[in-house]
């Protein structure tokens, strides 16, 4: 009985380390298989880097960060409901007035050659300076219109390199590197032209964004009346909701470049001859304080 009962208390003991090890084997074995991850992911995209203006609808999460699922590029948001009437809390000190009885016409997203030309020509004709706020690569791509606009004595501004709505979100470095890229675009077009204001994108301010501008003697400018002439309401709209708007001081929003801008060109024809009645209109002064 004692031969036959230590053999088999022997016989379990070596059955006990036989299933141990082939545990151990298991787990070592799965623990050597890399993790498999899906080819690829529902729902997520890589935006395609490009210039994409105002006449696109917003693709953008609120605060003016590009929304993952989009591939469209950058895009003028906040013009749209989301933020165009920002309350001074989200502006971080961006002027939206002239601070004067004047009225001022801003344009932006240009210079475009074919309607920065026409909206040139209308102001010549009723005497009138804007400013423009300028994006970098087209001011590159077109110095001669840049000369024109200075030639003619509107203001230059400074609006991003490539429109970034999402700029301001970034380092500062990022910023500072897009903004001074910009203004050497300006400059290379007309080496002493004076670049005292800045606009961002859709009106995506944040506080790294004005606080560079700042830093880099630009004055943060938004705007009081947006007839939102980006999504490209007919010139009917524009004209409507610029002179029902306006009021001293206001700081007009139109685009002479982003899309096509031919109904503003037609609605700036027809608000010249109301607003010059009514107003003094004044391109931004190129000494804010």
Same mark, same amino acid.
């Given at each position: ?57 917003? #693709? ?7 929304? !993952?699922?989009? /591939? @469209?590029?950058? $895009?003028?948001?906040? *013009?749209? +409901? ?97 903004? #001074? ?7 290379? !077009?007309?080496? /002493? @032209?004076?670049? $005292?204001?800045?606009? *961002?994108? +859709? ?87």
């Amino acid at each position: 009985m004692t031969r036959v009962s230590s053999t088999a208390r022997a016989a379990g003991i070596v059955t006990l380390v036989v299933a141990g090890l082939l545990g151990s084997a298991y787990v070592l074995g799965r623990s050597l298989i890399p993790d498999q991850q899906p080819r690829d992911t529902p729902g997520v995209t890589t935006n395609a880097d490009g210039p994409h203006y105002a006449d696109q609808p917003s #693709l953008a999460e609120p605060g003016g960060t590009p929304s !993952a699922s989009s /591939n @469209a590029g950058p $895009v003028e948001t906040g *013009q749209d +409901g989301s933020g165009r009437d920002a309350g001074g809390d989200k502006l971080f000190g961006a002027h939206a007035t002239t601070g004067t009885p004047r009225l001022a016409l801003t344009f932006d997203d240009g210079p475009d050659p074919r309607y920065t030309p026409q909206v040139l020509a209308l102001l010549n004709e009723y005497d009138v300076r804007a400013t423009f706020c300028v994006v970098g690569e087209n001011a590159q791509n077109h110095p001669d219109l840049i000369q024109s606009i200075v030639d003619a004595g509107h203001t230059l501004c400074n609006h991003s390199w490539h429109h970034d709505v999402g700029l301001g979100t970034r380092s500062a470095d990022a910023i500072r590197s897009d903004l #001074l890229r910009t203004n050497a675009a300006i400059r290379a !077009a007309v080496p /002493n @032209a004076p670049i $005292v204001w800045y606009r *961002q994108p +859709g009106g995506a301010w944040t506080y790294p964004v004005v606080s560079v501008a700042r830093q880099l003697g630009m004055t943060p400018l938004h705007w009081s009346v947006d007839p939102s002439d980006w999504d490209v309401p007919g010139a009917g709209k524009i004209t409507a909701t610029v002179l029902d708007q306006a009021e001293p001081g206001s700081v007009v929003l139109l685009h002479d470049a982003g899309g096509n801008r031919q109904g503003t060109v037609e609605a700036l024809r027809r608000i010249l001859p109301d607003l010059t009645a009514r107003f003094e209109l004044e391109a931004l002064p190129t000494d804010p304080t």
